[in-house]
């Protein structure tokens, strides 16, 4: 499965971008519906950190820095999932990836769990 990310870009404080991922590959609408798809950041200097994701039950969840502000969504029959970002912080500016699993994981918040990464798509956030 290859995943494209897409959607990054320079914002003010306070502003929203919605960032795509589209997936092509071995995966059909029907089988992308079986993945677990996630949202991963990482900051100049820092180490990759969990923003969402979907499970293959369709359960979403959200680290606790994003809640209330992101909204992690997909279209299975598109094999495209999106985050839409919301009341925007300087803080959230990262390298945002887009990952997905076609297996039962322990912890969806884990980056290793996950086997297929698009390139990632910048996010600036200015003050």
């Known amino acids: 499965v290859q995943l494209q990310a897409s959607g990054g870009g320079l914002v003010q404080a306070g502003g929203s971008l919605r960032l795509s991922c589209a997936a092509s590959?071995?995966?059909?609408?029907?089988?992308?519906?079986?993945?677990?798809t996630g949202w991963f950041r990482q900051a100049p200097g820092k180490g990759r950190e969990f923003v969402a994701t979907i499970s293959r039950n369709g359960s979403t969840y959200y680290a606790d820095s994003v809640k209330g502000r992101f909204t992690m969504s997909r279209e299975n029959a598109k094999m495209t999932i999106y985050l839409k970002m919301n009341s925007l912080k300087p803080e959230d500016t990262a390298v945002y990836y887009c990952a997905a699993v076609g297996r039962r994981v322990r912890d969806l918040r884990i980056s290793y769990e996950y086997d297929f990464w698009g390139q990632g798509t910048l996010v600036t956030v200015s003050s």
């Open positions: 590959g071995r995966a059909s609408g029907d089988t992308f519906n079986s993945y677990t």
